[in-house]
């Protein structure tokens, strides 16, 4: 399974940001994707995460109400749509899945594949 994150950037505070991952893998596989960021210096972090079906949503209380996860199966793509961002929120972001359908845990253990990561910095 791969995986590849974008969308990173340079903005300022307050601005929005929408990231993208792309997953590949075997045919008919499904994926719960998750979120995660890591700044200097602290430890990977979650953010949020989607199961295969876009019912189940999860979010780090830091981002709840400002980001938005979702799907789209058939583009093998899950969005991170972050509004209102910070410059706490300043940090590589990666994706990651899990096999299965379900989100089975917000550590970073619980995802298999990880992705290479996008850089988002936020100015004050």
């Known amino acids: 399974v791969q995986l590849q994150a974008s969308g990173g950037g340079l903005v300022q505070a307050g601005a929005s940001l929408k990231l993208s991952c792309l997953y590949s893998?075997?045919?008919?596989?499904?994926?719960?994707i998750a979120w995660f960021r890591q700044s200097p210096g602290k430890e990977r972090e979650f953010v949020s995460a989607?199961?295969?079906?876009?019912?189940?949503?999860y979010y780090a209380d830091s981002v709840k109400g400002r980001f938005t996860i979702s799907r789209h199966n058939a583009k093998n793509t899950v969005y991170l749509q972050m509004n209102g961002l910070k410059p706490e929120d300043t940090a590589v972001y990666y994706c990651?899945?899990?096999?299965?359908?379900?989100?089975?845990?917000?550590?970073?253990?619980?995802?298999?594949?990880w992705g290479q990561g996008t850089l988002v910095t936020v100015s004050s």
């Open positions: 990651a899945a899990d096999p299965g359908t379900r989100v089975s845990g917000t550590a970073v253990g619980d995802y298999r594949y």
């Open positions: 893998g075997p045919t008919l596989s499904t994926y719960a």
């Open positions: 989607i199961s295969w079906t876009g019912s189940g949503t």
